[in-house]
């Protein structure tokens, strides 16, 4: 297994330009996470995920969006970039919603300039 | 609102035991979690409580008091390797993990 996979790794962007997150999971959890977590922060949830087809707001969703259409990815979309969106990004999964843990990927790493 | 008090960063010495504190004040509780991240890497899982009481799996242990609001992560035999930052999350009434900034340990030979 694979486990939770992300590209790209690293990413420079303009202000205003668009860009898509890519995350993809090979366990067949059902629920998955995106998180950004910038530098002395905790990790802030932007959306989540219960299955496909669903998605939902988590605490910092403004500016971006996200698609569930298969069990197995979950991008995330920046559609005008801004230097506020520079962090990292972590997609995670899960099982289910009572699972002791959450599968992290290895993160994107986003400048916006 | 919600609050996930943990120190900034804590320094120890190679063969030695440290406790990392963490304090919270959330709505709902549903499980208290620990991840450990390695500088430049996705958080990994170390620890979960959901009771009271001591949780231990080999050189780490974690506490909780849910009265108190209040847990620790125990780590003994200090090894360089352990250097890393250590993360205080909480899942809440909504079953959405919320994280503390966490704690950079650094391990001294």
């Known amino acids: 297994n694979a486990g939770v996979t992300q590209t790209p790794k690293f990413r420079i962007l303009k202000i205003g330009q668009s860009m898509t997150l890519q995350c993809a999971q090979d366990?067949?959890?059902?629920?998955m996470y995106w998180y950004r977590q910038d530098p002395g922060m905790g990790l802030k949830l932007i959306y989540y995920s219960v299955g496909a087809g669903i998605t939902d707001k988590g605490e910092v969703p403004n500016g971006y969006n996200v698609s569930r259409s298969t069990t197995e990815d979950f991008p995330l979309r920046l559609e005008l970039a801004a230097p506020s969106q520079t962090s990292v990004y972590f997609c995670a999964s899960s099982l289910d919603t009572s699972s002791y843990e959450q599968y992290f990927g290895p993160g994107t790493r986003l400048t916006v300039t | 609102g919600q609050n996930i008090d943990q120190p900034t960063e804590m320094t120890a010495t190679e063969g030695a035991i440290v406790q990392i504190n963490c304090t919270y004040q959330t709505s709902g509780f549903n499980g208290l979690f620990w991840y450990q991240q390695h500088a430049g890497e996705a958080p990994t899982f170390l620890s979960y409580n959901v009771l009271d009481g001591l949780e231990e799996k080999g050189r780490f242990s974690s506490f909780l008091s849910r009265s108190k609001g209040y847990s620790y992560l125990l780590l003994k035999e200090l090894q360089m390797k352990d250097s890393a930052s250590y993360l205080c999350a909480v899942r809440d009434s909504n079953y959405q993990l919320i994280w503390g900034a966490g704690t950079k340990l650094i391990i001294k030979p």
């Open positions: 366990m067949n959890h059902n629920y």
